[in-house]
């Protein structure tokens, strides 16, 4: 069955400063994977996938992500926070399951504070 | 623009009333998902339809149950609230392909 660990619950950094967010996950079977974002009293907005292709994935606002299948990792990385990137992230993998139902595990989330 | 409704953002219910939590979406989407997020365990699925009429459990079914009577709309359903339902529902749509889920504005349920 597929899960998704972040490994980090809280970050704090910060403004201007770089961040990596880490996501592990274990799946077996073909590897969808995603970031969201959730800003405070919102739902959760997509920030990037990796379905396939290049393992370096850019998003909206500023964030990529790598995937790297050796290690099961997806972190999602940011050269110059924002006050405006604080947030919850969530890294998620598609399950198995009806083709293209796209069911999703996620992770526990990433608090991100961006201090000034 | 893409668009997910929830009926309520915050909702306050007593034990044991039954409880309705309705999501709209007009991108004519197929699959549609119920989530509960609480503090520390991230998004746990609830139960997820891919049509009309059509559902499936997901982790955590017991206590709801869900209805999907039109395309567009999907219901969730508290038989008898009790206070660890207390949380926040997130409503979700897609379509076929990987494009991702879209997402409601939540609506924080308050069991007392």
């Known amino acids: 069955a597929q899960s998704v660990t972040q490994l980090d619950s809280q970050v704090p950094v910060f403004e201007e400063a770089p961040v990596e967010l880490r996501c592990n996950y274990s799946?077996?079977?073909?590897?969808?994977l995603f970031w969201y974002v959730q800003y405070p009293n919102q739902g959760l907005q997509l920030l990037l996938k990796y379905l396939s292709g290049s393992t370096l994935v850019k998003g909206i606002n500023g964030f990529e992500a790598e995937f790297n299948k050796s290690q099961t990792s997806f972190h999602l990385r940011k050269p110059s926070v924002h006050i405006s990137d604080t947030a919850e992230y969530f890294c998620?993998?598609?399950?198995?399951?009806?083709?293209?139902?796209?069911?999703?595990?996620f992770g526990q989330g990433t608090r991100l504070t961006i201090n000034p | 623009d893409v668009k997910v409704t929830q009926s309520s953002r915050y909702l306050v219910k007593r034990t044991g009333e039954k409880v309705f939590l309705e999501c709209v979406q007009d991108m004519d989407h197929e699959n549609m998902f119920w989530y509960r997020q609480d503090p520390g365990l991230g998004l746990r699925l609830i139960y997820f339809?891919?049509?009309?009429?059509?559902?499936e459990k997901g982790d955590i079914p017991e206590g709801y149950s869900v209805s999907r009577e039109k395309k567009e709309r999907f219901s969730l359903i508290l038989e008898s609230a009790s206070t660890n339902q207390t949380s926040m529902y997130l409503c979700?749509?897609?379509?076929?392909?990987?494009?991702?889920?879209?997402f409601g504005p939540g609506t924080r349920l308050t069991v007392t």
């Open positions: 799946s077996s079977v073909s590897v969808y």
């Open positions: 998620a993998v598609r399950r198995g399951g009806i083709q293209g139902a796209q069911k999703l595990v």
């Open positions: 979700a749509s897609s379509g076929t392909g990987d494009r991702g889920q879209y």
């Open positions: 339809s891919y049509d009309v009429k059509m559902k």
